[in-house]
């Protein structure tokens, strides 16, 4: 590693410094998978189903279980 800092005239810390950054930059970015939520049972979640608006989940609940509007 000297040996390469030298040859570029630069002080070892430079040369790290020089290296690291430029494989930071040849790093392929990848395009990260499609976000897929699954719940606990590993179902998937309903179509209809806003999870923006947890109350109207509670609400849909109350009706289905007491027939309450």
């Not at 290296?19 to 179902?43: G, H, N, S």
Request: charged residues 40%; aromatic residues 4%; positive net charge.
């Amino acid at each position: 590693m000297q040996r390469a800092a030298r040859a570029q005239k630069l002080s070892v810390s430079a040369y790290i410094s020089k290296v690291l950054d430029d494989a930071l930059k040849r790093r392929v970015r990848r395009e990260p998978p499609p976000f897929e939520l699954i719940t606990v049972r590993k179902v998937r979640v309903r179509p209809d189903v806003d999870l923006d608006q947890p109350r109207a989940l509670d609400a849909e609940d109350d009706e289905a279980r007491f027939g309450v509007r």
